[in-house]
């Protein structure tokens, strides 16, 4: 793959910076879900605060669902935003946010920035 298509004078400067732009980071988080015990009240709460937390951020794209903690569990996601109550679930699972009050806006934003890592 030959990234220095503009000529030598962008040398690597312009190779990382096509590379930066271009190449998908694997590790990116392109999926959430908000789990409950339920999977319809309070995790759809939680799943329309999530995405007024990450419009706060200024983050777009992400993909924000709901579901209960067993559905989710048999699905692949990115990013699993749990209460603390189900915390002793998530054992088997990598990439939690634990979260004290699923409607704290500001809890949530910082442990998503902490979970996206800025």
Do not use: Q, W
């Amino acid at each position: 793959m030959v990234f220095n298509a503009a000529g030598p004078r962008f040398g690597s400067f312009y190779n990382r910076l096509v590379i930066m732009f271009y190449m998908e980071d694997p590790m990116a988080i392109k999926s959430i879900v908000c789990c409950c015990g339920m999977g319809m009240g309070t995790s759809l709460l939680a799943k329309m605060n999530v995405e007024k937390a990450l419009s706060n951020m200024g983050i777009k794209g992400i993909d924000v669902e709901h579901s209960t903690m067993t559905e989710a569990k048999g699905s692949k996601f990115d990013l699993y935003v749990v209460s603390k109550d189900l915390e002793r679930e998530t054992k088997s699972l990598s990439n939690v946010v634990v979260v004290n009050n699923l409607m704290d806006i500001k809890e949530l934003e910082t442990k998503l920035k902490a979970a996206f890592g800025i």
